[in-house]
């Protein structure tokens, strides 16, 4: 089996709810603190995905839609 870093990303909500967010990795232990500032938080339209997608095939799917020009960024 081939392994794949992934990394998640847990946002709360003032109203009690959660999202968790799974992609490739965008920080590290390599990186000070200072090197890992956000400046800027985008969200892709929710979509239907195949249940049995690879992770592979969901980053191919979302990097489709913001790539594409009928797709929007919230």
Excluded: H, Y
């Amino acid at each position: 089996m081939t392994m794949q870093a992934v990394q998640m990303v847990i946002i709360d909500l003032e109203d009690g709810s959660r999202g968790v967010f799974i992609g490739a990795p965008i920080t590290s232990d390599k990186f000070a603190e200072k090197d890992c500032t956000v400046e800027q938080v985008w969200f892709t339209n929710v979509q239907m995905i195949p249940t049995k997608a690879t992770f592979e095939q969901v980053v191919q799917i979302a990097l489709a839609q913001v790539e594409s020009a009928n797709g929007t960024l919230q």
